[in-house]
């Protein structure tokens, strides 16, 4: 096969889960109405240590209780309400609920982070970053437990506006993570000007490659550039135990999937580490 079709499996396997569903249909009243009423709803999966089985984190990820439809994946609306004038104030939404449930983590003894998502987009306003540094100095949660998760594709689009923006908040202490690496364009160029410190390797890549000699390839040099570059690794979708073990041979840092743990609504989070903590913690330690 050619390079060229290699690549495009990979493309097709990063946008195979958001390119079938046909959703409900939803507008911006629906938007507006739900950010008053509160219908957004953060939920939170685990990110955990390859080396030990430790929990370090977890990944916010938006749902939409939505009152005709139930409970909305972000497949649903997250490109619509990226595209609106919303986006900020639902980031700011979600940041708010990962705050108040960072802070009940941390005073029960689990000094957990928390990644946020935000697009590339709205922080070509500067006035997002401005709120999300105000809101978390305010909420007494030091600022490098906060990691904001940039889609890669989008940080391309608005790279000029947004590198200031960035560089401000990783001088604050922010975390800030390249979300879907490998999925998007001239990736290893935008690495040497984006100042991030952890790389998200997508499940696209992660998936395949206890199966896929390609693939493996192609996360080993993922992995590669990460630590020359020194930057944090999380490989996500991690859904089996060939892919933990696999991962955890090739040196990555952390992995976050179904293996270990669906999202969770974040008053879930204790009660699963509580009664999960044996079993992930013999994965740190498990040999092959
Ligand atoms: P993402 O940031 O790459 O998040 C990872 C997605 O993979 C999540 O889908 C998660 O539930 C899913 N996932 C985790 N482990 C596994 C696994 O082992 N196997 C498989 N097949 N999937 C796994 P989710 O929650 O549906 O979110 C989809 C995307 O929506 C996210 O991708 C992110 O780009 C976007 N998103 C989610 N929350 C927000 C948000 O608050 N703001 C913005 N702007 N985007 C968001
Ligand atoms: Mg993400
Ligand atoms: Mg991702
Ligand atoms: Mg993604």
Redesign the pocket.
């Known amino acids: 096969a050619s390079s060229l079709s290699r690549f495009s499996v990979v493309q097709q396997r990063a946008e195979h889960?958001?390119s079938q569903v046909a959703g409900p249909q939803l507008d911006e009243q629906d938007i507006q109405r739900a950010l008053r009423e509160g219908e957004?709803v953060?939920?939170f999966?685990p990110k955990v240590s390859l080396l030990d089985g430790q929990l370090k984190g977890v990944?916010?990820?938006?749902?939409w209780q939505h009152p005709q439809h139930g409970l909305l994946?972000?497949?649903h609306f997250?490109e619509m309400?990226?595209r609106s004038q919303y986006?900020s104030e639902?980031?700011l939404q979600?940041l708010d609920m990962s705050l108040q449930h960072c802070r009940r983590w941390h005073d029960a003894g689990l000094p957990l982070n928390f990644?946020?998502?935000?697009?590339a987009r709205?922080l070509a306003d500067s006035k997002l970053a401005d709120a999300i540094i105000e809101r978390v100095m305010a909420s007494g949660i030091p600022t490098h437990h906060v990691i904001l998760?940039i889609?890669e594709s989008a940080i391309m689009v608005d790279l000029g506006i947004t590198l200031g923006t960035l560089a401000r908040l990783r001088l604050k202490g922010f975390g800030l993570s390249v979300?879907?690496y490998g999925t998007g364009f001239s990736c290893m160029l935008q690495l040497s000007r984006v100042p991030c410190s952890e790389l998200?390797v997508?499940?696209a890549f992660?998936?395949g490659a206890s199966q896929s000699l390609h693939l493996r390839i192609l996360l080993e040099s993922a992995l590669d550039i990460a630590r020359k570059l020194n930057l944090h690794v999380v490989a996500?979708?991690?859904?089996t135990r060939e892919?933990w073990l696999l991962l955890r041979n090739l040196g990555c840092g952390e992995a976050?999937?179904?293996?270990?743990a669906?999202?969770m609504p974040g008053e879930a989070l204790l009660p699963w580490w509580r009664a999960n903590r044996e079993r992930v913690q013999l994965l740190g330690i498990a040999v092959e």
């Open positions: 889960n958001d957004f953060a939920y999966q990944e916010a990820l938006i749902r994946a972000p497949v997250i309400v990226e986006i639902v980031t979600m990644s946020i998502n935000v697009s709205s998760e889609t979300d879907d998200k997508d499940r992660v998936n996500e979708g991690v859904e892919d976050q999937g179904y293996f270990v669906k999202p």
